[in-house]
């Protein structure tokens, strides 16, 4: 119970003195269809959602042949991920 309390606390500070808005990245599976996304939290407490692509799971070597093009993007999807969490925690190479 303490350590959760702890968790708590640690990720209000963090909210505190966080850079706005926060991204938060997921990834969902609806309808045949697999769904890159992010929720910003902004500053005033509201949020706003972005889909950055979506790629239907394949099943014919059609859907497979237009899977393998979108890779590029999921690529990309990955690479802003790491740049923000890098730019959040203030990490410089």
Same mark, same amino acid.
Not at 19 to 26: A, E, G, R, T
């Given at each position: 119970m303490v350590g959760k309390i702890l968790h708590t606390l640690k990720y209000i500070e963090a909210l505190q003195t966080?850079? #706005? /808005? *926060? /991204?938060?990245? #997921? *990834?969902?599976f609806f309808g045949g269809e697999i769904i890159f996304e992010c929720i910003y939290l902004l500053k005033n407490g509201e949020y706003i959602k972005r889909k950055y692509f979506t790629i239907t799971c394949p099943t014919t070597c059609e859907e497979l042949i237009l899977f393998v093009k979108k890779i590029p993007r999921l690529l990309n999807w990955k690479q802003i991920i790491i740049m923000q969490t890098k730019q959040m925690l203030d990490y410089d190479e």
């Open positions: 966080a850079n #706005y /808005p *926060i /991204p938060q990245h #997921y *990834i969902r």
